[in-house]
């Protein structure tokens, strides 16, 4: 029974994928109808100008993802010092524990 739907899962991703694929067609050959349509000059004014818009959705959804990456790793820095911070006072308090009582073995005697 799971190979069965395994192979429908696929079969309905291979659909999907097509659909979009053939979607993408459509769409792309009715903007080149629009464009062909249009005066040359008017139609070089709407690439440029989309091209722009697009350039700067692109900038600006990049940039939002740098600083949202930045902002994860100045987290995990911030945790990371703080269990560095509790295992070197761990330790220091171990080492110092062991030195004060041999130190004060020493002075006993």
């Known amino acids: 029974m799971s190979k069965f739907f395994t192979f429908l ?15 993408f067609y459509v769409g ?4 080149w109808d629009v464009f ?4 040359p000059k008017l139609g070089a004014g709407m690439i440029a100008a989309s091209a722009t818009v697009i350039v700067s959705v692109v900038t600006v959804v990049f940039s939002k993802r740098q ?15 703080q269990f560095t911070r ?8 171990l080492h110092f524990q062991k030195s004060l009582v041999k130190s004060s073995l020493l ?3």
């Open 9 to 23: 899962k696929v079969i309905f991703t291979l659909l999907f994928i097509a659909a979009i694929t053939y979607g």
């Open 36 to 39: 062909k349509a249009v005066d």
């Open 86 to 93: 509790g295992l070197l006072s761990l330790f220091f308090l």
């Open 28 to 31: 792309l050959k009715e903007v």
């Open 67 to 81: 600083e949202h990456k930045i902002d994860i790793q100045n987290q995990l820095r911030e945790k990371r010092f």
């Open 107 to 109: 002075k006993k005697k």
